[in-house]
């Protein structure tokens, strides 16, 4: 029974420190979401400015000229694997258009996306290893990969799509509000490597639902600078498209991270690129106790 119960407080323990981490854990610069939370009673800031442009080959459709300001405000709240964050993106747009030898440009600014959600962490792989301690019999198990590594942290993800008014952005017959969902993954790899994949449902309730997959692959290349490589696909009826993003994060102290980062796309209507900076601040309230 005293066996039982050491075991109990052991788990308990270990779930409650199972998110927080001792530096700031910033989701940025890449699109996909972490499976961890932030951490209870942390508030975390991730902003991004990027300019780009999304160019068409036919004439008939403007190009167009982007500069965005990207933002994730994520908090850790009631227990350790619960978050809550609202993104989003808010642009400024040129459109020129050539016609009869003529070029008309329109300008305008509008939010692209704003999302506030949940997310909660399902399973953790960590918590079993470390109530299960190093093996005392086997330096294979203790040092070499095994099955189990492959077994990833699990989190689902539920909020709600938010744009209102007149915004150029929605297409025709779109809600103030829709639904997005989705599984988020995350393999950490040795010390070194993280691997991340979202599936996402985005507006799934509307005339032209979305559904996207993005896998990011991270490498700390030194002890305060990691690199990272994105691919995110989406499946519409409205806009169909395969992206590639790279960039490199770069650690300033244990709350405050900075990154730059591009994509390019891999198609010719539009023929999009973007290239930003950003920084990702942390509050750390976070009660050990």
Known sequence: MKLKLISLITFISLTVNAQYTDVINSNRPGESFGAYSVGINVLQFETGLAFGQDNHVSPLIPDRTLFEYQYQIRYGLVVERLEILLDGTFANVEDQL??????????????????????????????????????????????????????????????????????????????NASPKAAIITQHNIGSKWVFVSNLIADKPTTDFPTYAGIFTLTHSIYKKIGVFAE??????????????????????????????????????????????IGISYRIDMHDSN
Do not use: H, M
């Not at 953790?124 to 190093?134: A, F, L, R």
């Not at 590594?149 to 209102?164: C, E, Q, R």
């Not at 405050?256 to 010719?268: H, M, T």
């Open 98 to 175: 050539l016609r009869g030898g003529t070029q008309t440009t329109s300008n305008f600014s509008n939010f692209e996306s704003n999302t506030l959600g949940v997310k909660y962490l399902l399973y953790d792989p960590n918590i079993q290893k470390k109530i299960d301690g190093p093996n005392l019999y086997s330096w294979k198990k203790n040092n070499l990969p095994q099955w189990s590594d492959l077994i990833p942290a699990v989190s689902i993800y539920a909020g709600v799509n938010l744009n209102f008014g007149d915004n150029p952005f929605k297409f025709e017959g779109e809600p």
């Open 231 to 276: 691919f995110q696909t989406y499946i519409s009826d409205l806009y169909s498209d395969e992206i590639l993003r790279g960039g490199v994060a770069f650690l300033a102290g244990k709350n405050l991270q900075i990154d730059v980062s591009g994509l390019v796309n891999f198609k010719d209507s539009p023929e999009r690129w973007r290239a930003g």
